[in-house]
T-cell receptor, first 111, second 114 residues
């Protein structure tokens, strides 16, 4: 079964606005990670939140994790045009090392 | 510290041809992974090396795909013969020894099979 399904699939906002992306997963996790992919570039690791954490901050990023609902959210505050990218949540499958990704959220930030 | 590098960045080949992708992980990382994203769909795991050994190859689609990591350093992924549905972006990632740590991804190789 697929884990890490993002919502919404696409999001278009103006610079300065906040962007919130949600992710749901199906199996138990030890941690959940968020990645960003800019057009033509690779995946950049943004933040990792452990299963015993509820919220984590990194700069303009805020990630929450609700293990009871098997969901996570990524909030980008005061967005910039450079934040335009696809964002993916990912979690490990069981006790293994392979990451399971969702289809991602395409974020467009307009100047 | 150099990140994960992949070569080539782009490859356009015809159906039936062979293509070999290369990945150089971050120095000292024992774990090396291959993933791919086909036609804008989700990124899917292909396989995982620990040093030169294949730890998990459950994501390899079929026997047209062959991955190697001789000497436990760089890895190659060969597709032979390539089919149209193999088109996509192939990502390599590496992580330090241990399990379920942060995986650092390369820029990917964009493969187009015509």
């Amino acid at each position: 079964s697929q884990q890490g399904e993002e919502d919404p699939q696409a999001l278009s906002i103006q610079e300065g606005e906040n962007a919130t992306m949600n992710c749901s997963y199906k199996t138990s996790i030890n941690n959940l990670q968020w990645y960003r992919q800019n057009s033509g570039r690779g995946l950049v690791h943004l933040i990792l939140i452990r299963s015993n954490e509820r919220e984590k901050h990194s700069g303009r990023l805020r990630v929450t994790l609700d293990t009871s609902k098997k969901s996570s959210s990524l909030l980008i505050t005061a967005s910039r045009a450079a934040d335009t990218a696809s964002y993916f949540c990912a979690s490990f499958s069981g006790g293994y090392n392979k990451l399971i990704f969702g289809a991602g959220t395409r974020l467009a930030v307009h100047p | 510290e150099a990140g994960v590098t992949q070569f080539p960045s782009h490859s356009v080949i015809e159906k039936g041809q062979t293509v070999t992708l290369r990945c150089d992980p971050i120095s000292g990382h024992d774990n090396l992974y291959w993933y791919r994203r086909v036609m804008g769909k989700e990124i899917k795991f292909l396989l995982h090396f620990v040093k030169e050994s294949k730890q998990d190859e459950s994501g390899m689609p079929n026997n047209r795909f062959l991955a190697e990591r001789t000497g436990g350093t760089y890895s190659t992924l060969k597709v032979q013969p390539a089919e149209l549905e193999d088109s996509g972006v192939y990502f390599c990632a590496s992580s330090q020894v241990g399990t379920q740590g942060t995986q650092y991804f390369g820029p990917g190789t964009r493969l187009l099979v015509l």
